[in-house]
């Protein structure tokens, strides 16, 4: 995602380690997510490949992460339904503007969604981080996912609020995910890789696994704590 006019208060720690690799290669098989029904919308495709690295696009890596937590989340016996999940689904002379997106994931009556994204900013900026607008559903799994970010990457990007149309409108507790900075280079190289894509993928479907498995939310009882951050997303 393309980030303008923001206001940029994240503390992050550079601490100059590679990525470790997880080493859960294994599919978690079994039924503690059925009936539940996970929506995931990998951002940008068609027309709008969103951010660029040097050599690669921020769609393509959000469309092969989202098809990868597909698969972990299936295992697990969630429905998953996917707003795209191949490049020719959205035309190439065409955008998937957000307004549609909503629609449509309005329409899933989906228990969650996980939006994917890849992040740009300065070339020192690195590491994933997860954002989310509003209610305590949403807080809750936004932490629940960036904790489990945070131990495998040794980063401490924390959740922040952001104001995005696709947050700010989804009927259900939703979040994005943004994987890395496309415009740091090794993390770049990282989003690229398959390992890196398929070891992600698994510690967000970890995250929302937990925040699944805490039962049912009952929204109003839950205290959302005040917002630390506030983005401004155009
Ligand atoms: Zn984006």
Not at 88 to 101: C, E, G, H, Y
Not at 129 to 136: E, L, N, P, V
Not at 183 to 208: C, H
């Amino acid at each position: 995602m393309v980030w303008k006019g923001l206001v940029f208060l994240t503390l992050w720690l550079h601490l100059g380690v590679a990525y470790p690799l997880a080493t859960q290669s294994f599919p978690m098989e079994g039924d503690l997510l059925a009936g539940r029904t996970v929506v995931i919308d990998p951002g940008h495709g068609g027309l709008d490949p969103g951010a660029r690295g040097k050599q690669a696009t921020e769609d393509r890596i959000n469309l092969e992460v989202a098809l990868a937590l597909k698969t972990w989340f299936q295992h697990a016996g969630a429905r998953v339904l996917m707003s795209w999940s191949k490049p020719s689904d959205i035309p190439r002379n065409k955008k998937f503007r957000v307004a549609q997106r909503v629609d449509w994931i309005n329409r899933t009556h989906g228990d969650v969604l996980i939006d994917i994204h890849c992040n740009s900013g300065y070339h020192t900026y690195r590491g994933p981080q997860t954002f989310y607008w509003s209610g305590a559903g949403s807080y809750h799994l936004a932490n629940d996912i960036q904790q489990e970010l945070q131990y495998w990457t040794h980063t401490r990007r924390g959740v922040t609020r952001i104001n995005q149309y696709v947050l700010r409108y989804a009927k259900m507790p939703a979040v994005n995910v943004e994987l890395g900075f496309i415009s740091n280079p090794k993390d770049e190289v990282a989003l690229m890789s398959s390992g890196y894509q398929r070891d992600i993928s698994w510690y967000i479907f970890v995250g929302t696994e937990r925040w699944f498995l805490k039962g049912r939310w009952p929204e109003k009882r839950l205290q959302v704590p005040p917002p630390t951050h506030l983005l401004i997303r155009d």
